[in-house]
């Protein structure tokens, strides 16, 4: 069975500044990865996802993330925020083949101080 | 664009109340999910369909319940809603072809 971990419960950096939100994963097999974003008091909506290929995925939002089979991580990176960054950050695996369930890291708050 | 809707954006139910919470999806998704999500816990799966009428467990589905007779439609039912069900609730539709979900703006329910 899959699990994800994300380091940070939360996250300050001032505006402007670089960040990366962290994601570790653990699983028996091949993997997608993903990333989403929620903002107060709305759904959850996709930022970026890996199912194959190039290991740096880009997103919206000027977001990217890194797929790193051997440390089993995906973080996320923006070279600078701006205050509307300001969200929760969740990151989720799924298994390639399998059920198309997604398991979910307990996500992290990122706010973005002006 | 993808479009997720569900019934209500908060709801507010006594103990012991029977709670229909309705979700509706507009691209004739296979798959669709509900999740709830609490501060600190992440977002943890109660139910989720593979089509109409088909339905599995998820990781938390002690005291609910689900209902799929469209594809579009999913239904996630309280039989005797609890105040340890007060919570962000969450519906997805997913393609069966692709492994992204598509949410909905979720149901803030509370429980008195």
């Known amino acids: 069975a899959q699990s994800v971990t994300q380091l940070d419960s939360q996250v300050p950096v001032f505006e402007e500044a670089p960040v990366e939100l962290r994601c570790n994963y653990s699983?028996?097999?091949?993997?997608?990865l993903f990333w989403y974003v929620q903002y107060p008091n709305q759904g959850l909506q996709l930022l970026l996802k890996y199912l194959s290929g190039s290991t740096l995925v880009k997103g919206i939002n000027g977001f990217e993330a890194e797929f790193n089979k051997s440390q089993t991580s995906f973080h996320l990176r923006k070279p600078s925020v701006h205050i509307s960054d300001t969200a929760e950050y969740f990151c989720?695996?799924?298994?390639?083949?399998?059920?198309?369930?997604?398991?979910f890291g307990k996500g992290t708050k990122l706010t973005v101080n002006p | 664009d993808v479009k997720v809707t569900q019934s209500s954006r908060y709801l507010v139910k006594r103990t012991g109340e029977k709670v229909f919470l309705e979700c509706v999806q507009d691209m004739d998704h296979e798959n669709m999910f509900w999740y709830r999500q609490d501060p600190g816990l992440g977002l943890r799966l109660i139910y989720f369909s593979y089509d109409v009428k088909m339905k599995e467990k998820g990781d938390i589905p002690e005291g609910y319940s689900v209902s799929r007779e469209k594809k579009e439609r999913f239904s996630l039912i309280l039989e005797s809603a609890s105040t340890n069900q007060t919570s962000m609730y969450l519906c997805a539709s997913q393609t069966g072809l692709s492994y992204e979900q598509y949410f909905g703006p979720g149901t803030r329910l509370t429980v008195t």
């Open positions: 989720a695996v799924s298994e390639t083949g399998g059920s198309e369930k997604l398991v």
């Open positions: 699983s028996s097999v091949s993997v997608y």
